[in-house]
């Protein structure tokens, strides 16, 4: 079976005063994997290397068998040849950008008009994500729930190989992160898109994930295969 990811990599991110260390390896065959660890532990470091965010990483990122990332091969795409979808914690969307600017952005550069076909996809993500009656709102104007909504939208629009979530529960009120955890959930389930999903929450992973990696100062501590199917 072709691992979903197969990753080992290395990077060192140096200011004045600390150096830390990154040297990431794991595989999993889970559609969806949960990356935990203590906080400043490279979650964030390391999801940034994967999405070729990261300058100076090393090794060799595979996902779904594609190869994104293999220095020893002289291999290393650049971020947009990578197609992959980051949702960040705050979910990143542009302030002065509608609902369906922020979508346009995720498949065409900023200050392009989207073709057809791209008109097309942004409203077939409209109609999947159930943002009709918000197309023409500003992120300050939506709720969390809705804001969550759009990013997951904006981040799957170019139809990506691997979701990278980071944290993406983290800043909801108990409440809200309990609907929008069954909420995302269910859309996850439904786009059947790969994801790797940075949490503290264990009960994020018990919902949303099937197998977890934990890192501790930057190496991986454990996976766990329990989770995982064969
Ligand atoms: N430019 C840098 N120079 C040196 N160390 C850095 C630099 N940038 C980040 N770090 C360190 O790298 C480590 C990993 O940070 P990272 O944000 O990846 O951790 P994390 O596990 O995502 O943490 P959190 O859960 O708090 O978001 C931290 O100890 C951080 O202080």
Known sequence: MTPVLDLHLQATLSSPDRTFVLDARFTSTAARTALIGASGSGKSTLLMAIAGLAAQAHGHVRVSGHTLLDTARGIDLPTRERRIGVVFQDYALFPHLTVEQNLAFGLCR????????????????????????????????????????????????????????????????????????????????????????VTHDPSDVEALAQAVVQLDAGRVARVDLARMPA
């Not at 629009?157 to 929008?180: F, G, N, W, Y």
């Open 110 to 197: 900023l200050g392009q008009r989207p073709d057809a076909a791209q008109r097309e996809r942004i409203d077939a993500l409209v109609r999947q994500f159930g943002l009709e009656a918000l197309r023409a709102a500003l992120p300050r104007h939506l709720s969390g729930g809705q804001r969550q909504r759009v990013a997951l939208a904006r981040a799957l629009a170019p139809q990506p190989r691997l979701l990278l979530l980071d944290e993406p529960l983290s800043a909801l009120d108990t409440q809200l992160r309990v609907r929008l955890r069954a909420e995302l959930a269910e859309m996850l389930e439904r786009v059947q898109i790969p994801v790797l999903l």
